[in-house]
């Protein structure tokens, strides 16, 4: 049997909201929650096998397969 392997990537929601504060040079912290435009748990179980979109503060948010792409 293998080693078991941690992963450190963060969970789709919480990497669009540091990204989003990234972008507008704030602490993910001091954002509005994700919940007011999507349920987070929703989109970490269904980001790595569905096609997602959404807008998050003015942000429009794409989560294809497990790639997220952010634009304004």
Same mark, same amino acid.
């Given at each position: *049997? %293998?080693?078991?392997?941690? /992963?450190? $990537? &963060?969970?789709?929601? @919480?990497?669009?909201?540091? $990204?989003?504060?990234? *972008?507008?040079?704030?602490? &993910?912290? +001091?954002?509005? &929650? !994700? #919940?007011?435009?999507?349920?987070?748990?929703? !989109?970490?179980? !269904?980001?790595?096998? /569905? #096609? @997602?979109?959404?807008?998050?503060? %003015? #942000? +429009?948010? @794409?989560?294809? $397969?497990?790639?997220?792409?952010? /634009?304004?």
């Amino acid at each position: *049997m %293998g080693n078991p392997t941690t /992963s450190t $990537r &963060p969970s789709p929601a @919480i990497e669009i909201v540091n $990204r989003v504060a990234e *972008m507008e040079e704030q602490d &993910p912290l +001091d954002l509005p &929650p !994700l #919940y007011d435009s999507v349920d987070p748990d929703a !989109l970490d179980r !269904l980001a790595e096998s /569905s #096609y @997602i979109q959404l807008n998050y503060i %003015g #942000y +429009d948010i @794409i989560v294809n $397969r497990g790639t997220i792409t952010i /634009s304004q």
